[in-house]
């Protein structure tokens, strides 16, 4: 059994398995709740460690555009914006044409629905609620869609020696 140590994390994580429970077993015997809720809060600790797991991974990933140590800030935000000089820097401008155009044609290879549910959440900054209306499915299919197009893209990366 896992623990987690964060109070609220574990508050949150109880609250939405009794949730759980209550929407899709109400209707069962109260004998077979005892051991459905185990099995359901189980499931809600794994999706939480899976959800920090990809979080992390992403913020690693991106923290390497941050300058600072400044937890709170957005990655992408830090970025600097470049400006128009005729004697920019060709080589890093090239070097980070190629970069996008890789990442670009590495999402384009995804399958269609990890392409879509990564999009919809990294691009759009969807949740994962939002992100399964737009593309009519539940969140556990969003979650798995977006873990394979991480995973993937993070290996195709790696593989062509692009460290983001």
């Known amino acids: 059994m896992f623990a987690v140590r964060d109070e609220d994390a574990a508050l949150d994580i109880v609250q939405d398995a009794m949730l759980r429970l ?37 913020t690693t990933l991106l923290s390497a555009f941050s300058p600072g140590d400044d937890e709170d800030a957005d990655p992408l935000e830090t970025l600097p914006v470049a400006e128009y000089s005729p004697l920019g820097n060709p080589q890093g401008d090239l070097e980070q044409a190629q970069t996008i155009a890789a990442i670009e044609q590495e999402i384009g290879k995804l399958p269609p629905r990890q392409r879509e549910a990564f999009l919809l959440r990294y691009w759009e900054e969807l949740d994962i609620a939002e992100t399964a209306a737009v593309m009519g499915c539940s969140e556990g299919s969003v979650k798995t869609h977006c873990s394979r197009a991480t995973h993937t893209l993070a290996a195709a990366l790696e593989a062509k020696g692009i460290e983001l």
């Open 22 to 58: 209550s929407e899709k077993y109400s209707g069962r015997p109260a004998g077979e709740l005892p051991l459905i809720f185990q099995r359901i809060l189980q499931n809600t600790i794994r999706d939480f460690y899976r959800r920090q797991k990809v979080r992390s991974a992403w």
